[in-house]
């Protein structure tokens, strides 16, 4: 029935590119009215944030791995996967470069040194997240850098309603039409510059920088004009990351033991690019558990740094 839904979606969306802009989305417009009526509105401004997973939820680092080889890496994604995408797992160490997603925008890209660890997805918006994550499996005519423009339409709350008509065609084919109901119930409205400026100025600076970029790419996404290289500079911060409040000192050769059994770790090389690799003992519970990247992310010990969504595309392809 997902999936259903989201087919439904995206045919009445390609059919509708034929004519006027209301008619291209005109029945993406009365089913998310039908269901915003069914949706509560939240408190914009202090309600949850639509990705909330932090250092504090990566409760699974294992120092004890630290040093260890377990030798020549099988492909992952050679594994067999599930209607989700998921990776279900043999005993054996495997590895692959994944495609990965920018969820903090106003912090530093990945390097330094700074290790990730694995850490659930959480947040307002997790289904929504998971969602796009596992559903892109089905259409590897979607680029990576659409995928990462909803993800941050995601982070910084902006109006689904008001994207451009190719991204709204692509999440479409991603979401439900009452999950695309509950972002456009959390969006928050434009600010001016004084009004961002009121907001932001008692904050703390790392605070400040993260609500000030996604006002920007709030903006960005939903006005046009605006190239992806343009909302990337807003998004990821340039030049040497300060530590974060709050950071806790992760090596970068970092094991996480998963709640399923397995082990997993995470190596960014940039925001978009991440090998992760995963390590099944022989005999052990987790042989026949999946891992879903979907449902994870990998998190920086640098709070000042990225947290970065997975998925289960190879990145490159």
């Not at 109006?159 to 692509?170: A, Q, T």
Request: include cysteine; proline fraction near 7%.
């Amino acid at each position: 029935m997902h999936r259903k839904l989201i087919g439904i979606a995206g045919v009445a969306l390609a059919l509708g590119l034929a004519g006027t802009a209301h008619a291209q989305f005109g029945n993406l417009g009365r089913a998310l009215g039908e269901v915003t009526r069914a949706v509560p509105m939240p408190d914009f401004l202090s309600g949850p944030q639509p990705v909330s997973t932090s250092i504090r939820d990566a409760e699974w680092a294992d120092p004890s791995r630290d040093g260890f080889r377990p030798g020549q890496a099988e492909p992952l994604d050679g594994l067999p996967q599930n209607e989700d995408g998921a990776f279900v797992l043999a005993a054996g160490y495997y590895a692959m470069q994944a495609q990965s997603y920018c969820l903090h925008a106003g912090t530093h890209g990945p390097g330094g040194g700074d290790g990730y660890l694995y850490a659930p997805v959480k947040g307002s918006a997790r289904d929504a997240v998971i969602a796009i994550l596992q559903n892109v499996n089905d259409h590897p005519e979607i680029a990576q850098r659409d995928v990462q423009l909803l993800l941050w339409a995601i982070v910084a709350r902006a109006k689904f309603e008001d994207l451009d008509n190719r991204l709204k065609l692509v999440a479409s084919q991603l979401l439900t039409p009452r999950q695309l109901a509950t972002l456009n119930r959390n969006a928050l409205s434009m600010l001016t510059s004084g009004e961002l400026s009121r907001i932001t100025g008692p904050l703390p600076a790392p605070l400040r920088a993260v609500v000030e970029a996604e006002s920007r790419l709030r903006g960005m996404l939903t006005s046009g004009g605006s190239s992806f290289a343009e909302m990337e500079r807003v998004a990821v911060l340039a030049g040497m990351a300060p530590t974060g409040p709050g950071s806790i000192g992760v090596p970068a050769a970092r094991w996480s033991e998963h709640p399923d059994g397995y082990w997993v770790r995470y190596t960014p090389s940039g925001y978009s690019n991440t090998k992760v690799e995963i390590y099944v003992e022989p005999g052990s519970a987790a042989v026949g558990k999946v891992y879903d990247p979907a449902t994870a992310i990998a998190v920086p010990g640098n709070t000042a740094r990225q947290r970065l969504a997975q998925s289960a595309r190879v990145y490159g392809r």
